[in-house]
């Protein structure tokens, strides 16, 4: 935590406004109550900034999130949590399922269904697409963050592991 304490604001953002999916303004507004005394303060931190930010940005930060199964190109953070669940490899038929959801979830809310891969499977995620599908846009919104922390609070946990594991400065990644 001193490194990422120690960091000015510019550096913070950059570091730390990956893990909010091309959203980095959510960590500029965290950054003013450095000092973090630990990894879950800095997250507490962060999904606090994300809940108090404007509607505006809220709903912002749930369209830069892309389609789950996507061929497009996405963050290296997306494409490895995608990668990990499965998403990256579907047959065609699946292909074509995720893309009739995504389009029908993203036509319905205004943003795409975000869902938190870490540890689920392709059929597991279609499922949840599919129930989801029902809910109101008020319920809808809600998720959508609560889906966010989570996986703001899996790419926080990865970010600091891998900087501790090898040693080094953490890895300052730009945002796009």
């Known amino acids: 935590?001193?490194?990422?304490?120690?960091?000015?604001?510019n550096e913070f953002t950059a570091c730390i406004g990956g893990v909010f999916e091309h959203s980095s303004a959510?960590?500029?507004?965290?950054?003013?109550?450095r000092p973090f005394q630990s990894l879950h303060e800095l997250d507490n931190r962060l999904?606090?900034?994300?809940?108090?930010s404007e509607p505006s940005t809220k709903l912002a930060l749930l369209r830069?999130?892309?389609?789950l199964g996507t061929r497009m190109e996405i963050s290296t953070a997306s494409m490895q949590e995608q990668k990990n669940a499965g998403l990256t490899n579907l047959t065609e038929e699946e292909y074509h399922r995720f893309s009739l959801l995504n389009k029908s979830y993203t036509e319905k809310f205004g943003?795409?269904?975000?869902?938190?891969?870490?540890g689920q499977d392709k059929i597991t995620i279609l499922k949840k697409i599919e129930s989801r599908l029902s809910n109101s846009s008020d319920v809808e919104m809600a998720t959508g963050l609560k889906e966010v922390s989570k996986i703001v609070r899996f790419r926080l946990e990865a970010l600091i592991d891998s900087s501790q594991?090898?040693?080094?400065?953490?890895?300052?990644?730009?945002?796009?």
């Open 165 to 176: 594991r090898n040693g080094h400065r953490m890895h300052v990644e730009r945002n796009n």
């Open 26 to 33: 959510i960590a500029e507004a965290a950054w003013q109550h």
């Open 64 to 67: 830069a999130h892309p389609d």
């Open 47 to 52: 999904i606090t900034a994300m809940y108090q």
């Open 111 to 118: 943003f795409p269904f975000i869902m938190a891969v870490k």
């Open 1 to 9: 935590m001193q490194e990422i304490n120690e960091m000015n604001k």
